[in-house]
């Protein structure tokens, strides 16, 4: 008798499940989606019905090898993936590579989901199959379709008239626009000069507190009114010979409701904002908390599914945190009737719990002990939000006192009457507050805890100050990756499981960057959203993004067929494309000028033309386009050689360039005052750079990840040149500790021994105590934190799922690899090794092995010495074969995803 085949995604996942179902049963993964779209025109063919093209790569094609070597001869095909749309296509290329294969015969195929990984929900879920849902995968064939054919269609046109841009994505480009739109604001914001006045009075009890001016004379003044000093200095004056009496006393009752739990999208807000989590980060930690740990010998998931809209939790997870709140905080706490909560947002999909606890009984504090510090702050944060969510509302109460300054007598002729106002707010009971509180993108004013003293209608008050201030509006804040998300999902664009995604996608394709936690657009970033704006204006329309989402819904809820979207999309789409054909680089750079004009032209300020050039004083300034991207030039060109970045630089940055300097994009800093020559920055074939004056052999160091030579001033750069210098004496050896910038990016140094710096380390900024710690750890093998720089051992995730072993990141001198026994697989560029999961190491590994040409499975243990004697023979004929092939390889298209 045969065996039940379970297919999940992931190791982990599979060797929990396998625990759960018994002898009977087998459970593999498949370690993702097993096809794909290859990155080639064609793969969706318009002209075909939108025939789609899938293809498996050599990872992908083994593991299908694989399993259907396991499904022959069982009783049963049960998958078992991910409970999404994402989860369903899974399962469905799976069915259909194994019908490929012809393995199934006859077999039984059965589809089940489960919201959490507990026995429990793993065996009420085999007893529940079902069909795999043809609409939820056509909506996964449409929305892939989508992004195919405007990333494959729409790309090229950027790479013929953009130079130097790289992608564009269906979601992603919108996602962009939203930050340039906002650095744009930014650039037009003009502050405005107000002033406030706050008197602190006193009642006859001696009891102080503060009100604020808030009209005079029979006039309400709002913020902004008040807008010169001599203004607020009268009102000054007056409130300085006013008398001060209570005309109104208002305390109005309220109450605050506890948050809906988690959905994805609030979670990786809120993950932000407490736990300073990149949105991808969020949902790596996620992701391992839903998989499960070990507790006490058994493997349980302690959260259930993490991508979800849904803000529903199930009847008995409701009553076992009602009992719950009703023990650590007493019968108070508890509302009358249970919460029931429905999702905000018109095209929430998914029928999915919201994201909680997989058992509300296990306290943070107790599984604190088995979990990775990140996994225990996010558990917390995830427990704590979904307690409160069934806690009772907070009791409020909110006082409002309004105030009377009379000057010279009421019914004076020269007599003024002011008006001032006090507000309170004071928590009764706090209710759901006792656990828990939402952190804001915004800095308000918090009134909570502000009490007022007692005060009666004609009370009499006494003057003690005033408090006279000037202050300037400002303008809105750049998004933050939580505040970004935020808006995505208020627009109905993209889908909450999507956000980290499409923000790495901004970063790693350098159309964004993160300072202080906020997203700045980079030029090159600004440039393809001005392109996308004047030329397919609708395909980044935040109405039209979002009307596309919900007629994906449509087709997920059967009502609308999937083809019959893709034809209405690509009929107007390849209207769209048709008509840049003829399109001139001329008439782009025009509208780019236009359309960028406030961002490189921006007002001097005294009148005068920002496009005339500086110096020839009569040619304009225009954008060009060169071999490395946009920058400045003058009109008068080659008599008049002025060129500078695309961004307009403050003080001295303009510069007369040499020929083809604004292609390479040189940009005059000012003067070193130690040596007098000249500091540049400069954008060469290896990224952004200092140097200091010319010749053959001027000093030059590069620019770490992260600086931007746009915002580089002359102190930067200076200190910049001085690298690599001493900031530290070795504890032991007295010799010195170096910092500086190499060809792998920021070291610290001591004798032969180098730490890369960290993320967050800035290399002009580093101490003497870490610079200390980074050799330190280094030379001894430990480590604080897994990083750059990290010692030799290496951080094991844990033993290979199907082969036995360890498997160990590593952080090596190109860069981290993950090794099983003699196999190393370098991760990718951007990978984060402290967030590298089983699963994504195990496919890392499989796809080297098979890359490697051995075909095998990786091994434990050392090579046997007539294999290394035979490899060590054959490597100069392999190194020269592989330098020929090298030289001879052609590189490959980018592959534009959203």
């Known amino acids: 008798m ?46 075909a019905d939108f025939a789609m093209l899938w293809e498996s790569d050599g990872r992908g094609a083994k593991r299908i090898a694989e399993i259907a070597k396991l499904v022959k001869g069982a009783d049963k095909l049960i998958l078992a993936t991910d409970p999404d749309r994402e989860g369903e296509a899974i399962s469905w290329h799976l069915l259909e590579a194994l019908r490929d294969k012809r393995v199934l015969k006859d077999m039984p195929v059965e589809r089940v989901t489960f919201n959490a990984i507990t026995k429990q929900a793993v065996q009420q879920a085999m007893a529940q199959p079902r069909q795999i849902d043809s609409a939820l ?110 005309t109104s006393v208002e305390a109005k009752p309220a109450r605050r409701h506890p948050y809906a739990p988690f959905t994805t999208s609030t979670l990786q807000q809120e993950a932000s904002r407490k736990l300073g989590f990149a949105p991808n980060r969020t949902m790596q930690v996620a992701q391992r908390l839903y998989e499960g740990v070990d ?45 029931k909560y429905t999702a905000k947002q018109k095209n929430a999909q998914e029928a999915h719990e919201a994201i909680r606890p997989t058992d509300v009984r296990r306290h943070p504090r107790d599984v604190a002990k088995v979990l990775e510090p990140e996994q225990a702050r996010l558990y917390d944060l995830i427990w704590k939000r979904t307690v409160a969510s069934q806690m009772e509302s907070a009791e409020l109460e909110r006082t409002t006192v309004d105030i009377d ?40 004013e918090d009134e909570d805890g502000k009490r007022l003293p007692a005060m009666t209608v004609g009370e009499k008050l006494a003057r003690k100050s005033i408090a006279t201030t000037q202050h300037f509006t400002e303008p809105p804040p750049r998004y933050s990756e939580a505040s970004l998300v935020k808006r995505m999902e208020e627009l109905g664009i993209g889908r909450p499981s999507t956000y980290a995604a499409t923000l790495q996608t901004l970063q790693d394709r350098e159309y964004v960057r993160i300072e202080k936690k906020r997203l700045v657009p980079e030029d090159k970033g600004r440039l393809v959203i001005a392109f996308l704006e004047n030329f397919f204006e609708r395909y980044v329309e935040y109405g039209f993004t979002a ?43 025009a509208a780019l000028n236009d359309s ?71 940009r005059r800093l000012g003067t070193d005052p130690a040596t007098g020559l000249e500091v540049t920055v400069r954008d060469g074939r290896f990224g952004p750079y200092v140097q200091l004056g010319e010749g053959e052999k001027p000093k030059r160091t590069s620019l770490p990840k992260g600086m931007s030579p746009g915002g580089l001033d002359l102190d930067r750069a200076v200190a910049l040149l001085e690298l690599p210098k001493e900031v530290a004496k070795h504890p032991e050896s007295g010799e010195a500790i170096l910092v500086g910038i190499g060809r792998y990016g920021p070291y610290v140094q001591h004798g032969r021994t180098y730490a890369n710096l960290e993320k967050d380390d800035d290399v002009l900024a580093i101490g003497a105590n870490r610079a200390i710690d980074l050799v330190i750890a280094k030379e001894s093998g430990a480590k604080s934190r897994f990083g750059r720089g990290a010692a030799p051992a290496g951080r094991e995730i844990g033993e290979h799922p199907t082969l036995g072993g360890p498997v160990t990141v590593m952080a090596g ?32 590994i499989a796809a080297r092995a098979e890359t490697a040409g051995s075909g095998k499975k990786p091994v434990r243990g050392k090579a046997a010495p007539k294999a290394k004697a035979a490899a060590k023979e054959k490597a100069p004929a392999k190194a020269k074969a592989a330098g020929k092939a090298k030289a001879a390889a052609k590189p490959k298209a980018a592959k534009p995803k959203d």
């Open 813 to 844: 001198r190109y860069g981290p690899y993950v090794k099983h026994g003699s196999v190393n697989a370098t991760l990718p560029k951007g990978k984060d090794p402290a967030g590298l999961t089983m699963e994504e190491a195990v496919a890392l």
């Open 295 to 339: 507790i006490g010998g058994e493997t349980v998931g302690l959260i259930t599914y993490m991508r979800t809209d849904g803000v529903d939790v199930a009847p008995e997870a409701v009553s076992a945190i009602r009992d719950l709140i009703g023990k650590d905080y007493g019968a108070r706490y508890v509302p009358g009737a249970p919460r």
């Open 137 to 246: 995968v056509e909506a996964y064939l449409a929305r892939r379709a989508l992004d195919y054919l405007v990333g494959f269609r729409l790309s090229p046109v950027l790479w013929r008239k953009l130079p130097g841009a790289r992608s564009a994505g269906r979601v992603q480009s919108v996602a962009l626009r939203l930050v340039c739109e906002r650095e744009s604001e930014i650039e037009r914001f003009r502050k405005k000069e107000y002033w406030s006045l706050v008197a602190t009075l006193a009642t006859p009890r001696g009891e102080t507190f503060e009100a604020r001016l808030v009209g005079a004379d029979g006039q309400k003044i709002q913020r902004l009114d008040v807008g010169t000093e001599a203004e607020a200095r009268a009102f000054e004056k007056a409130l300085a010979e006013a008398h001060f009496a209570v």
């Open 2 to 47: 045969g065996v039940n085949v379970v297919i999940v995604e992931s190791p982990a996942k599979a060797k929990t499940i396998n625990k759960y179902l018994g002898s009977g049963y087998e459970v593999v993964a498949s370690f993702g989606h097993v096809r794909d779209l290859p990155p080639k025109d064609g793969s969706v063919d318009p002209d």
């Open 596 to 666: 960028l004009g406030p961002h490189i032209f921006p007002d001097k300020g005294d009148g005068s033309n920002p496009r005339v050039c500086p110096s020839c004083g009569s040619g304009m300034l225009s954008l060009k386009l060169g071999k490395f991207g946009a920058f400045i030039g003058c009109s008068n060109y080659p008599e008049c050689r002025f060129t500078r970045q695309l961004s307009a630089p403050s003080g001295d940055g303009e510069t007369d360039g040499p020929a083809g300097a604004g292609a390479d994009g040189t």
């Open 405 to 444: 300054a009379t000057v010279g007598g009421l019914g004076a002729s020269l007599g003024r009457r002011l008006e001032l106002r006090a507000t309170g707010q004071v928590v009764k009971f706090d209710g759901f507050l006792a656990l828990y509180t939402e952190d804001r993108d915004d800095d308000g």
């Open 547 to 589: 009307a596309l989402e919900e007629r994906l819904d449509l087709v997920s809820n059967h009502e609308l067929d999937w083809k019959a979207l893709l034809r209405d999309f690509w009929r107007d789409f390849a209207a769209a494309l048709d008509e840049t054909k003829e399109l001139r680089v001329s008439d782009v750079l």
